[in-house]
Every structure is written in C-alpha cells, then in structure tokens.
C-alpha cells in the first residue's frame, strides 16, 4: 500500500530458549507464548526493540480474548492461520534474503497463503479462515474490523461482516479500556469516522458502548438544519479537528432526550455535559480529558452578536450586555477554561461547518477572539489561587478553616472578576473582614 510501517514483527521455528541463548539481550516476559523481545543497537548506537515469536497456534480461548493453551508448531502456515485478517496474515522470508552483502533488496517475496493482497486491491477486510471462529476467538476483532475499514477506506467482507453481528455475545465480554482504545484509533486515524461508527452501527457493535447515539437516529431537527441528530453528529465528527473528535460526536447527544417537537431542544447543551460524563466513565477515560469534553459541551452554544442587523429588537436595547462586557468575557473565559478556548472554537466551527443551513457566521468566533485576547492583556483573575489574598493570610484578620472561607474566598473571586482592580491584598481584607461578619452574623 507504499505505508512506511512503524514496527516488524519476526516469527521464527526457535523456540523461545533457543532465542534466548541467540540473543543475550533480550527479555522473555511474553516467552511462555513464545515471544521474545530482542534488544538490537542500530548503527548509530541507540538501543530499539525485535519482537521475535515461535511459530504457534492457539485454542481454548477465555473470556473473548485470551488463549487457555498455546502451542509451537514448525510451519508458518499454522502461525499465519491464528491471525485476524487475510492482509495481517502475510509474511516476508528473510531465510531467503541475504541480509550480509549490504545491497538493497530490490524484489522481495510476500507469502501469503490467505489472498492478502488480493484482498488488499480489492480493498476488503476479510477474515482468515471461518470468520465466526476469528471473532469467537478474540471479541476486540469485531472493532478493530470496523476501525480498519474505516482507516482503510476498505469495505468488510460479507461473510465477515455478518460474522461480526453472529458475534456480538463476545465482543460484549471486552474491556471498556480495549473498546475504548479501539474506537479512538478509530476516530483520529480514519479520513471519515462516521465510515466506521456506521459499520458499528449496522453490526450492532456501537450499541454495546455507545447507545445513547443511537438515540439520534431519525430525530429530525426542523429548524437551521438539514439532518436528524445521529448524521448531523457524524457530519460534525468528520470535519473536526482531532483535538474535538470526540466533543464533535457527543456534543448534541442529548437533543433526543429535550426534543420539544417543535425544532427547539431547551437544555440540551447542560443534559449533554452530564451525559458525555456519563459515557466517557462508563468507557473509563481519564478524570482530565472527562472534564474537557464535559466543558466543550456545555459551552458548545455560546452566542456573539457582533453587527446590528444581526441582532433582534431586545439584543440592541441591550446591546453592551448582548456584546458582552470585559467582566462578561473574563466569566466566559472561567467558565471554559483558559485552556480549553481554542478548542470550543474548533467544536463550534465543525459544528457549523457541517450543517449547511446553519446561521453560523465565522466572524463570530474571530471577533470574540480579538476581545478575548483584548482582556486577557488585562491582570485577570480566574480562579482562586490568582487572587492576591490567601488562605493564611484570610486566617489572620480572623476568618476560620473550613467552609466559610471556602465561601469568601470564591465571592472575592467572582468580585474580581468583574473588577480587576478590586485584586489586591488591601481591598480583597477589606471584603474579606466585611463578608466574614456578615456570615458570623447570619
């Protein structure tokens, strides 16, 4: 497919002791499954990684994904016939090669016994073999198919394809860390995502972790747009950056549950936060990436009128609070996280981007950055560990540990961010000794 792979993998009729006393660098932690890891010094001295296995089949396998027994063969058409698909099931005979003389191979010989290549020109994802058995092996198969079809841009099989969907009881049994890890391979490495989480979809896989997309499907959404919920998602998902992909296709996860039936879906932004926190838990992801995406949703539908004939009749009337003052741009910049601005632009662009009828005007996110960046020159306070007063210091004009400071030291901040010039240590003791007796007295 002229890919510059990242890694080679050697099989071998050694067995795992034999390669041992070969190479006296290595590491046998995979050897009971007849793997080694070879450690080799390249010309330039820097030590990388051989991963050299004995030629094995497999069977007995537990709970979708491990083999109870494994055993060394000597022919690599026995090793090839455990592999998942036909063009992961090729091999190159380096005994053929001489690898001494220093002169480029020009022509090398693929083995493939199971029609890889073949498959490859006719951009299919097969399996080797009786696909019911590939996937009854090892129930991560089933995605890593739909992910590799979709990396590809290659089609699955029929045969495979219905296979997957006969196998559905085993891909249930995986991991959410693994189907997790195989998705989002999936969703940064395809040109088009929404190829793969359709296939997902049509094999009842996407069902087992993500059934709240389901949810969209046919849930038409009448005004500024052209597709139901579930395609708008994907649509959005294709064009966003990577950095979004995955805010992209959760963002409007829960029109389905607020549809008023009238084009409107009050809330949706706040119930989709809570439900994307919902899904990334159950799928285990990081505590910090969990509260990104949580963030990116719940502001995805921030709004910036910038021209008059933009407005309506009550945003002129009150056009310094619709054209958001300093202290409203600081709150929106709190309220997202500094660090998480440019990518609730990315969300928003994609979201637009996708829906040819929206309203959506590129100007919106450009002038509000020109402000932002206008602000942020500003000495700003954002959160509490900016102000210019502290805990100790709160301690020794008499206010106590515990929640009550807890309280003033988030109403000093919410003082600051209106007013900047209200941070410094004289004036924040001064609040701080007014709100203490107010809260002593109360």
């Not at 693929?110 to 590939?134: C, M, S």
């Not at 139901?228 to 998902?237: N, P, S």
């Not at 009550?314 to 202290?327: A, K, Y």
Request: aromatic share 6%; hydrophobic share 35%.
């Amino acid at each position: 497919m002229k890919k510059t792979p990242h890694d080679y993998d050697l099989a071998t009729n050694a067995l795992p002791d034999e390669m041992l006393n070969m190479f006296p660098r290595s590491v046998s932690t995979g050897a009971k499954f007849g793997t080694v890891i070879v450690l080799v010094q390249d010309e330039h001295g820097e030590t990388y990684e051989v991963e050299v296995t004995t030629f094995r089949s497999e069977a007995g396998y537990i709970d979708g994904r491990w083999p109870s027994s494994v055993e060394f063969v000597d022919e690599i058409d026995k090793d090839l016939g455990r592999r998942d698909f036909t063009f992961n099931a090729m091999a190159i005979d380096l005994s053929k090669i001489n690898l001494d003389d220093g002169k480029e191979q020009k022509q090398v010989t693929i083995y493939d016994p199971f029609d890889g290549v073949g498959d490859i020109k006719r951009k299919l994802v097969r399996a080797v073999g009786t696909p019911i058995e590939r996937f009854k092996e090892d129930g991560l198969r089933s995605f890593k198919a739909c992910r590799m079809a979709s990396q590809l841009g290659f089609d699955i099989e029929e045969d495979t394809f219905n296979a997957i969907k006969e196998a559905n009881a085993v891909a249930q049994s995986i991991s959410m860390e693994r189907i997790r890890d195989e998705f989002m391979k999936m969703l940064l490495n395809s040109p088009k995502p929404s190829v793969g989480i359709e296939l997902m979809r049509g094999t009842g896989l996407l069902s087992i972790f993500l059934p709240e997309l389901l949810e969209g499907v046919g849930v038409e959404q009448k005004l500024f747009h052209a597709h139901d919920v579930y395609e708008h998602a994907l649509r959005t998902c294709d064009v966003a950056h990577d950095s979004v992909k995955l805010a992209a296709l959760l963002h409007d996860i829960a029109k389905p549950r607020t549809d008023m039936g009238n084009g409107h879906f009050y809330g949706h932004d706040r119930m989709g936060a809570d439900m994307a926190e919902e899904i990334m838990k159950r799928m285990k992801f990081p505590k910090n990436e969990i509260l990104r995406v949580r963030k990116l949703i719940e502001n995805h539908m921030f709004h910036y009128p910038h021209k008059k004939e933009e407005m309506t009749e009550e945003e002129i009337e009150n056009v310094e609070l619709h054209q958001w003052s300093d202290s409203a741009v600081r709150r929106f910049i709190q309220r997202v996280g500094e660090e998480n601005i440019e990518d609730l632009f990315k969300l928003r662009m994609a979201d637009a981007q996708s829906n040819p009828y929206s309203s959506f005007k590129p100007d919106e996110v450009t002038l509000l950055q020109q402000r932002i960046a206008e602000v942020r020159k500003q000495d700003m306070a954002l959160k509490i560990s900016d102000l210019k007063i502290n805990g100790e210091q709160l301690e020794k004009i008499g206010v106590k540990k515990g929640p009550k400071m807890g309280e003033i030291l988030r109403e000093l901040l919410d003082i600051v961010v209106e007013d900047p010039l209200m941070n410094t240590r004289e004036k924040l003791e001064e609040l701080a000794i007014k709100l203490n007796k107010e809260k002593n007295e109360n």
